[in-house]
């Protein structure tokens, strides 16, 4: 987990510290990311890697690095230590290319944030590709544009339908007479202010001993005084 030998200007050779071979410019490094939710051995994050590797291979990619979580995949970045590690060292053009399994063993954070990724990369001038889904692959210029756009399109749409889900969830609670947003304090407060107006107390008492302020209790007499003479009026 977290190979890193791509990304090293040297190596050992024969105990001996020699200069790495020169890297060809027109050769992509590829940075694999690999994921399994569990990490109890009950799965295996090889059965992953080893095709990938072989894509490279197959490719004359460069494998710079390989970058391997056991956690679920609705976890955050800051909750996949090598999901985090895999956005740094991008930010740093360690590498040309992501390439992941499938979507989902990328992210399954849901689709605005596995977007945001993705956009990300792109914003940093990395490509990536997912293995088993064609279409999620900014490797061919030709297409990449379209798939940035086809994504973009789904983050706002995705985007739509919350805030529709939202709207839709408060009309429907208006309309079965429920309070929204934060509760009145003065709803809480009414039954013990009226307690102790009956019992004589002054407002600065009532400030002292509820943890009001002198204003707010004040403010909650005038609107129980107003609401009185409404119901005898």
């Not at 490719?59 to 740094?88: I, M, N, P, T």
């Not at 792109?122 to 900014?138: A, I, M, Q």
């Not at 009414?190 to 004589?200: D, N, P, S, T, V």
Request: net charge positive; aromatic share 8%.
């Amino acid at each position: 987990m977290g190979e890193e030998g791509g990304l090293e200007d040297r190596h050992l050779q024969g105990g001996a510290v020699t200069p790495a071979k020169p890297r060809n410019p027109s050769t992509t490094r590829v940075a694999i990311y690999a994921r399994v939710s569990k990490g109890d051995g009950s799965q295996d994050e090889e059965n992953q890697l080893l095709e990938l590797r072989e894509y490279c291979e197959r490719q004359g990619h460069e494998l710079v690095g390989e970058y391997v979580d056991r956690e679920s995949g609705r976890k955050g970045r800051a909750e996949r230590a090598e999901f985090a590690r895999l956005l740094r060292d991008a930010e740093k053009r360690r590498f040309d290319l992501v390439l992941f399994w499938a979507l989902d063993r990328f992210s399954r954070e849901g689709i605005r944030k596995t977007i945001a990724y993705l956009q990300r990369l792109d914003h940093l001038g990395v490509r990536f590709k997912s293995h088993t889904e064609p279409y999620l692959d900014t490797d061919n210029e030709l297409v990449s544009h379209i798939v940035l756009g086809v994504l973009s399109y789904m983050a706002e749409a995705e985007a739509a339908r919350i805030g529709e889900r939202t709207r839709a969830g408060l009309a429907r609670a208006r309309a079965k007479g429920k309070t929204l947003g934060r509760p009145d304090g003065f709803e809480r407060w009414r039954g013990e202010l009226a307690r102790m107006q009956e019992e004589g107390y002054s407002q600065g008492r009532m400030s002292r001993e509820t943890g009001l302020s002198y204003n707010t209790v004040k403010g909650y007499l005038r609107r129980m005084e107003a609401e009185a003479q409404r119901t005898t009026t």
